[in-house]
């Protein structure tokens, strides 16, 4: 059976894992927050279609999807919204925008520390 190894921590090695916790708590706050945001913007912009109200513009939803809100659009094109799912550039660019954010978190975790 081996024997456990422990390793002798210093103080520096505590404030570089607190710092990278911390950095990967903030982006999963941030994340959480911002998709949250974007699902309850594409309900607002469904309401509004429904009753010929004040829009959304459809750059300012690729933009919160651009910032890390991906998840949330797409959400919100699916059931019970369906909002702007039959829109070709929807369908396509947030799926890839989904692809970019992730791609994007993963190397900010990464290297971030």
């Given amino acids: 059976m ?3 190894k422990y390793i002798e921590a210093t ?3 505590f404030i570089y894992t607190t ?3 911390t950095y990967f708590y903030f982006i999963l706050a941030y994340l959480i927050v911002l998709n949250l945001i974007a699902y309850v913007i594409m309900w607002y912009d469904k309401i509004q279609s429904k009753n010929k109200g004040n829009r959304i513009a459809e750059n300012t939803l690729f933009f919160i ?3 890390g809100g991906a998840l949330g659009i ?3 094109m699916k059931a019970p919204v369906n909002h702007k799912s039959a829109k070709l550039k929807f369908r396509i660019g947030i799926p ?3 692809l970019v954010n992730g791609v994007v978190v993963y190397f ?3 290297y971030l520390g």
Avoid: C, S, V
């Fill in 96 to 98: 890839l925008l989904i």
């Fill in 74 to 76: 797409y959400l919100g």
């Fill in 2 to 4: 081996p024997q456990a």
């Fill in 19 to 21: 710092t990278i916790e």
């Fill in 65 to 67: 999807a651009f910032i």
């Fill in 11 to 13: 103080k520096n090695d």
């Fill in 108 to 110: 900010a975790i990464k």
